[in-house]
């Protein structure tokens, strides 16, 4: 079993410590923004700040302007309250002994959605999603594989993990969402989700499905549901199978050319996606079929204790796994990380943390990722460590 935790870049630049408190939990890899949303950060630790305020998705490294150059007009730009942090956590953090990831954000950015609308999801009542990139638009899977690459480029990593690389939707997660006065169940949120942008169009209409009949199947699906006479929503079966057809296909061509990128930089660079087995799951750990044996292994999002968690955690791991780079990794079949968390405040649950991360570990996960070690109060950090001695994790490297 190996162990890790989440970092922002801003957690362990400037702090002299981080490193050293890490591996006294016994940690040994952190997964470092790289390339990040917004995001309003508590930082109790850190010995020149308390506060960060991400007022918008940045990358927190120098983009390569050559390798930009020729990639279109989506760009990433770089985040002026912590500039070029990335490569001073990773140092310093290396030094301390602890292997780094970096953790990079794909499809889910304000900025660009704003900024160039035509790229965002549009639903079927024509309402933008501008936090949503929609991946079938050739311009956004191009931003995604350069960003992947330019990610992988960067000096001193042991690998690369992979958030949102799949679908985005309706589900934000923002801070000042103000969206839950309807309870939408979640086929209602697929639908909500569907994207009739010009290349999703292209997309349904390759998969036999007329856009035009589609987008008004799907408004007569979802209005009694958003009116509150319908608990659920659903379409006629052919046309949910072309649907599905389409957003299964188009993610995995998007995960293909990411993952096409990032091992023509470093072909031997590990790398992780958030994911979750439902083939038509969206959103941070969008869909990654079980039984797709690609290079990248999964991650999987399991804060707390569910019934729902171990099956998806078995449902990767028991699949074999004949890709001969993941013949090293200690449990049968592919490489299985979870992310668990670890702070109260966010949901985490450490008073079940150790036997959580032990059920975890007898289904299959070979490796636990803890969310997150630079918001966590000292009392998370406890439960941190007795979880790592919980499941007998292989101790950090000695820097
Ligand atoms: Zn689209």
Not at 56 to 69: E, G, T
Not at 94 to 104: H, I, K, L
Not at 289 to 300: D, H, I, W, Y
Not at 325 to 344: C, K
Request: hydrophobic share 45%; proline share 10%; net charge positive.
């Amino acid at each position: 079993m190996v162990t890790g935790g989440y970092l922002y870049p801003w957690d362990a630049d400037g702090d002299p410590a981080c490193g050293a408190r890490l591996t006294g939990l016994g940690i040994r890899r952190a997964a470092v923004a790289a390339a990040y949303h917004s995001v309003r950060a508590l930082t109790p630790r850190h010995p020149r700040h308390k506060v960060v305020t991400a007022e918008h998705a940045a990358v927190y490294f120098r983009p390569d302007p050559d390798r930009w150059s020729g990639a279109g007009r989506l760009r990433p730009v770089e985040a002026p309250w912590s500039p070029r942090s990335f490569g001073r956590a990773a140092e310093a953090l290396a030094d301390a002994g602890v292997e780094v990831y970096a953790w990079t954000v794909l499809a889910h950015g304000q900025r660009l959605g704003v900024r160039h609308p035509d790229v965002a999801v549009l639903n079927a009542y024509g309402d933008r999603y501008p936090w949503a990139l929609c991946v079938a638009s050739p311009a956004v899977r191009r931003y995604c594989a350069t960003l992947a690459a330019d990610t992988a480029a960067q000096p001193g990593l042991a690998g690369l993990e992979l958030e949102s690389c799949g679908w985005y939707g309706f589900d934000h997660l923002h801070a000042h969402d103000k969206v839950a006065g309807v309870p939408l169940p979640p086929s209602a949120r697929l639908l909500f989700s569907l994207c009739f942008c010009p290349h999703c169009q292209d997309g349904y209409r390759a998969e036999g499905a007329d856009p035009r009949a589609l987008r008004a199947a799907v408004r007569v699906a979802l209005d009694p549901v958003l009116a509150g006479t319908a608990p659920d929503a659903a379409l006629d079966p052919e046309t949910a199978a072309a649907v599905a057809r389409m957003r299964v296909r188009t993610a995995a061509g998007l995960r293909r050319a990411v993952l096409a990128a990032v091992a023509a930089e470093r072909p031997r660079l590990p790398v992780l996606l958030h994911a979750q087995p439902d083939p038509l799951g969206f959103g941070p750990s969008p869909g990654l079929p079980p039984e797709e044996t690609g290079a990248a292994s999964p991650v999987l999002l399991a804060p707390t204790r569910s019934p729902a968690a171990l099956a998806a955690v078995r449902a990767y791991a028991d699949r074999a796994c004949t890709d001969r780079a993941h013949a090293a990794h200690p449990v049968p079949g592919r490489r299985v990380a979870v992310t668990v968390g670890a702070v109260a405040g966010l949901g985490g649950d450490p008073a079940d943390l150790p036997a959580w991360c032990a059920d975890l570990a007898a289904a299959g996960a070979g490796e636990l990722r803890f969310y997150h070690l630079g918001l966590a109060s000292r009392q998370d950090l406890d439960a941190v460590r007795a979880a790592v001695e919980a499941v007998g994790a292989e101790a950090p490297r000695r820097p």
